[in-house]
RNA sequence: GCUCCCUUCGUCUAGAGGCCCAGGACAUAGCCCUCUCAAGGCUGUAACACGGGUUCGAAUCCCGUAGGGAGCGCCA
């Protein structure tokens, strides 16, 4: 029996929480749920300059909105934490100081600008544009010399000559690469805070990270961060490099494409469920059907069946879970939901009947919108083509719906009973003039509870315009 | 440029040599139900990128080609 896993989700807070990662912090989450394990939440925020403190609070937020609850976090310490970058200086400084005792990195004077022009000449070449070298040798003398000028230097990874560096993926299998195709790399930045490579995979060492899902950009960085554990001797977590996610024409999800943020999503209304039960499914399969709650998905969720290739998200598949999701929305749910768009002054009774009524034709509450001034706007106009079915209907048929409609209140079996009576119509014949008459329209949701949230009055003076 | 990853119906995917003239879900078309819409039921259309090999047999293994993507940063 293996130890439970521990997984994490580690976003840098340079902006809005980005579909992907949202899938990529699912996954690890579910990851961990599945086998009883923990899951991690860490603020990676080493780049003082991009990071942002209102996007950490609103990447909580959007996490939690969500419903992805980690187990330790900023917010939640423990012994492991803390759980930002920024604050964990003194655990890097002592991983610093074994590198450069193991001679397993090198200071590096080099200017930006100058490495900045050795990379385009590379690159004109037709060479990769890797870490020349440059300061890989220097003696211990020049070190010295150039450090004492108060030049400022970066630290660098001494990567070995020579070897290969083998993992298996989660996802894509065996791994192997060649030390020769990697370039020096710095781990600690001139100005003394550690970068990516160094303190995202110091942390999952010494946080006891066991599984890492992430991105497959990170695929070709993998090598790298192996080779800093080993030097280490620190254990590298399991990883797996999860195929990418495409927009809906296949390029890379951007803004482009309307919205690729949770926050975007949530703005326009979408529930947290549809939007998790559609990201369940991209890039990762379950025999499971329909909308599923988290702790299904913890269950049902399997890397073993994650897909390699990139998925795209398509917003047609993701208004399928949110119509599932709204339709099955309590009705209190349903209210809160679209408390935006509903008249203020409603009282509850009402505000219950009509939003029962409508839910079933809703996929977003901006579709509401139209139903509100429908039902609660005065008697609506007809539509193209309506006059004509009303008129038809004739004047004796109306003025029994009304009258029935003034002494049985909104009962629509009354109501239409009466036209029936009236007219001797049956079916569409029978209905369509009093859906016309009662909404203007010749679609919409059904009219019985339709009718039950008309104020009081409407329906028999709705009817009464065409007695 | 170099290294690496990927390629099954419109979309998400099942498929780990015979169970596949490729299965499911959503979308789509038709029908049924029905006061309309939605929901529901039934039926249908629709895919192994291409070319070589290996094998009695390949969507599955190997090699190429094409297309897409990532990485090669004092970004993460």
Same mark, same amino acid.
């Given at each position: 029996?293996?130890?439970?896993? #521990? ?24 990851? =961990? ?22 996007? *950490? ?63 385009? =000449? ?36 001494? *990567? ?48 006891? *990270?066991?599984? #890492? ?24 977590? /399991? ?5 990418? &996610? &495409? ?31 559609? &990201? ?85 509450? /901006? ?22 079915? *009303? ?8 003025? =029994? ?67």
């Amino acid at each position: 029996m293996s130890p439970p896993p #521990v997984t994490r989700f580690a976003p840098s807070p340079t902006g809005e929480l980005h579909l992907g990662n949202a899938r990529t912090a699912l996954f690890n989450l579910l990851l =961990a749920r599945h086998a009883g394990g923990r899951f991690l939440l860490r603020i990676e925020d080493t780049d003082t300059e991009r990071s942002v403190e209102a996007h *950490v609070r609103a990447l909580l937020e959007d996490l939690t909105w969500l419903g992805l609850e980690w187990d330790a976090g900023p917010d939640r310490d423990d012994a492991l934490g803390p759980y930002r970058q920024s604050q964990r200086g003194a655990l890097y400084a002592g991983y610093f100081a074994q590198l450069e005792e193991r001679r397993a990195v090198y200071p590096c004077f080099c200017t930006p600008l100058e490495l900045e022009l050795a990379r385009r =000449a590379q690159l004109a070449a037709g060479k990769p544009p890797r870490y020349a070298g440059t300061c890989r040798n220097l003696s211990t003398e020049e070190r010295a010399r150039r450090a004492a000028q108060g030049v400022p230097a970066t630290l660098r990874f001494r *990567v070995p000559a020579g070897a290969r560096i083998e993992w298996a993926d989660l996802v894509h299998g065996a791994q192997s690469f060649a030390t020769d195709d990697i370039g020096d790399f710095v781990v600690r930045r001139a100005d003394g805070s550690a970068a990516f490579f160094f303190s995202n995979a110091v942390d999952d060492a010494s946080m006891g *990270v066991t599984l #890492v899902l992430r991105g497959e950009d990170h695929l070709t960085n993998t090598p790298r961060q192996l080779l800093l554990l080993e030097a280490l001797e620190l254990t590298a977590p /399991a990883y797996g490099h999860v195929a990418l &996610l &495409l927009g809906a024409d296949g390029a890379p999800l951007s803004k482009r494409h309307g919205a690729a943020s949770v926050r975007e999503y949530r703005e326009r209304g979408y529930q947290p469920f549809a939007l998790l039960n559609h &990201l369940f499914r991209l890039g990762h399969s379950s025999a499971l059907q329909g909308l599923l709650t988290l702790a299904e998905m913890a269950r049902g969720f399997d890397p073993k069946h994650l897909g390699r290739a990139p998925a795209r998200f398509d917003e047609q598949q993701l208004t399928v879970w949110q119509k599932d999701t709204v339709h099955h929305l309590s009705p209190e749910a349903a209210r809160e939901w679209l408390k935006a768009v509903l008249p203020r002054e409603l009282d509850a009774r009402t505000a219950t009947a009509f939003v029962s009524a409508i839910l079933p034709n809703l996929v977003l509450p /901006a579709d509401a919108l139209p139903w509100v001034e429908i039902v609660f706007g005065g008697p609506p106009a007809l539509e193209e083509g309506g006059e004509a079915v *009303v008129r038809n209907a004739g004047a004796g048929y109306f003025a =029994a719906a009304a009258a029935a409609a003034a002494t049985t209140g909104n009962d629509l079996a009354a109501i239409a009973g009466a036209a029936r009576a009236a007219s001797g119509r049956q079916g569409r014949e029978l209905y369509m003039p009093l859906r016309l008459a009662l909404t203007g329209r010749a679609h919409g949701p059904e009219l019985a509870p339709l009718l039950k949230a008309l104020p009081p009055g409407q329906a028999r003076e709705r009817l009464a315009r065409f007695a």
